[in-house]
Nanobody, 126 residues
């Protein structure tokens, strides 16, 4: 069983930056592909970014490409999401997720993930 704890959310002005962290429990973190998702009130949870278990591949939603960067430190059991040039439409609860499934696609489907954190709120003011 893996537990995920997100941190780093907060209130920021448009154009600002935040770095989210997701700390994972368990000795097998390096075998998991990690994803970030977000959910705004009244909307479905949407994919933001994913990074493969070995850190050699990652992908992003079109809405965040060029602004957000995902990374991981397997020695610290942590995955990060650096968010720059934030926009009011980035406001949402951000969730970290983990999957051990080997998949040839983009890991953008919520159903691929077995473990989820409780989320951290990001609010971007205009």
């Amino acid at each position: 069983q893996m537990q995920l704890v997100e941190s780093g959310g907060g209130l920021v002005q448009a154009g600002g930056s935040l770095r989210l962290s997701c700390a994972a429990s368990g000795p097998t973190f390096s075998t998991y592909t990690m994803g970030w998702f977000r959910q705004a009130p009244g909307k479905e949870r949407q994919f933001v970014s994913a990074i493969w278990w070995n850190g050699q591949s990652s992908n992003y939603a079109d809405s965040v490409k060029g602004r957000f960067t995902i990374s991981r430190d397997n020695a610290k059991n942590t995955v990060y999401l650096q968010m720059n040039s934030l926009k009011p439409e980035d406001t949402a609860q951000y969730y970290c997720a983990a999957t051990a499934r080997v998949y040839s696609g983009t890991y953008s489907d919520t159903h691929l993930y077995d473990y989820w954190g409780q989320g951290t709120q990001v609010t971007v003011s205009s």
